[in-house]
T-cell receptor
Framework: GEDVEQSLFLSVREGDSSVINCTYT??????LYWYKQEPGAGLQLLTY?????DMKQDQRLTVLLNKKDKHLSLRIADTQTGDSAIYFC???????????FGKGTRLHILP | NAGVTQTPKFRVLKTGQSMTLLCAQD?????MYWYRQDPGMGLRLIHY???????AKGEVPDGYNVSRLKKQNFLLGLESAAPSQTSVYFC????????????FGPGTRLTVL
């Protein structure tokens, strides 16, 4: 497809793991990113993965990359109320060097 | 470092009025971008610049103009505002090489009546 696709909403109980999924468009994209947007603020880079990696772990965050299926996921372990935000998947498209963003997944934390 | 700043934070315009949104970055980044964010639409690229004196059209450029006269500033102009331009506008900048992380400003909320 032409778009970076991700589900719009996800609800998770506090303390559980959150998994946000994304499919991207360009199998030769160099970098894949996860950005976080808190209410009333701009986006901030949360983590990224280079295309020659399958997995990247950074404290509570785990990024998995399946290049064959063009699938990217973000796992947040021990989800906390401060994780409530919109998470954007993005790819650095090699075709034209542009960063293409998904529409964002709103993560809601249940008590 | 202030990072990326945007002026103003909020603005209300009447249809047909004009205005300019200012973006400034103090990180010496080559690339700068203007996006709009609308509910259910995610981020859409309006215009971007790969260096001082250069600009290019993004995904939704109609009704907007931009200028990059100085490396640190990227201006977004609306010549004749329309209600369809009611949105939250984000500026971002990134270095020319490396991971290409984009640094975002806090946004400008624009309402056109």
């Amino acid at each position: 497809g032409e778009d970076v696709e991700q589900s719009l909403f996800l609800s998770v109980r506090e303390g559980d793991s959150s998994v946000i999924n994304c499919t991207y468009t360009d199998s030769s994209s160099t970098y894949l990113y996860w950005y976080k947007q808190e209410p009333g603020a701009g986006l901030q880079l949360l983590t990224y993965i280079f295309s020659n990696m399958d997995m990247k772990q950074d404290q509570r965050l785990t990024v998995l990359l399946n290049k064959k299926d063009k699938h990217l996921s973000l796992r947040i372990a021990d989800t906390q109320t401060g994780d409530s935000a919109i998470y954007f998947c993005a790819e650095a498209r090699s075709l034209d060097d542009k960063i293409i963003f998904g529409k964002g997944t709103r993560l809601h934390i249940l008590p | 470092n202030a990072g990326v700043t945007q002026t103003p934070k909020f603005r209300v315009l009447k249809t047909g009025q004009s205005m300019t949104l200012l973006c400034a970055q103090d990180m010496n980044h080559e690339y700068m971008y203007w996006y709009r964010q609308d509910p259910g639409m995610g981020l859409r690229l309006i215009h971007y610049s790969v260096g001082e004196g250069t600009t290019a059209k993004g995904e939704v450029p109609d009704g907007y103009n931009v200028s990059r006269l100085k490396k640190q500033n990227f201006l977004l102009g609306l010549e004749s505002a329309a209600p369809s331009q009611t949105s939250v506008y984000f500026c971002a900048s990134s270095p020319a090489a490396g991971v290409n992380e984009q640094f975002f400003g806090p946004g400008t909320r624009l309402t056109v009546l």
